[in-house]
């Protein structure tokens, strides 16, 4: 009867090894693709060379560099990186032009940051299939966006 008891506890804790084990490796499958690391722009061009798949890019919205073509939803812009000045990533002065089809998020403009994704053209344009806008903090001082003061609370 003991011994019943001891294969039955034996067969039961591998069925649950297996189970864990399937379950872990549904959840590294399915959260892959949404860990993508993202790119400075001077990063691009190794990373691009090492891989096929889209890649994400981080970046600052050049000031003067959007142009929009209404008919299409295409906007054509310049990012700079946004790596702090005497880092290693630092590239000063690095810019990549960038063209991206769809609707704008509505905080998008010149000196947010955003995150793009998709492939790096052979002339060096970088063809976004997603842009990602990075919000400001809510924390962020009143009127520190260039937008109007928030009046003070009474």
């Given at each position: 009867?003991?011994?019943?008891?001891?294969?039955?506890?034996?067969?039961?804790?591998?069925?649950?090894t297996l189970?864990?084990?399937?379950?872990?490796?549904?959840?590294?499958?399915?959260?892959?693709?949404?860990?993508?690391?993202?790119?400075?722009?001077?990063?691009?061009?190794?990373?691009?060379?090492?891989?096929?798949?889209?890649?994400?890019?981080?970046?600052?919205?050049?000031?003067?560099?959007?142009?929009?073509?209404?008919?299409?939803?295409?906007?054509?812009?310049?990012?700079?990186?946004?790596?702090?000045?005497?880092?290693?990533?630092?590239?000063?002065?690095?810019?990549?032009?960038?063209?991206?089809?769809?609707?704008?998020?509505?905080?998008?403009?010149?000196?947010?940051?955003?995150?793009?994704?998709?492939?790096?053209?052979?002339?060096?344009?970088?063809?976004?299939?997603?842009?990602?806008?990075?919000?400001?903090?809510?924390?962020?001082?009143?009127?520190?966006?260039?937008?109007?003061?928030?009046?003070?609370?009474?």
């Open positions: 009867m003991r011994h019943n008891q001891e294969t039955r506890f034996g067969r039961l804790a591998i069925a649950i189970v864990a084990g399937a379950l872990a490796v549904l959840v590294f499958l399915g959260t892959r693709q949404n860990l993508t690391y993202y790119y400075e722009i001077d990063e691009l061009a190794a990373a691009t060379a090492e891989t096929k798949d889209k890649v994400r890019v981080s970046g600052d919205v050049v000031e003067g560099s959007i142009v929009r073509h209404d008919a299409d939803r295409t906007v054509r812009f310049d990012l700079r990186g946004t790596a702090e000045p005497g880092s290693p990533a630092a590239a000063p002065g690095a810019r990549l032009p960038v063209v991206y089809s769809g609707t704008l998020p509505d905080i998008f403009r010149p000196g947010i940051q955003v995150v793009v994704e998709g492939r790096l053209d052979a002339d060096g344009t970088f063809r976004a299939e997603t842009l990602l806008a990075k919000c400001p903090s809510k924390y962020q001082a009143a009127g520190e966006l260039g937008g109007p003061a928030a009046p003070p609370r009474s």
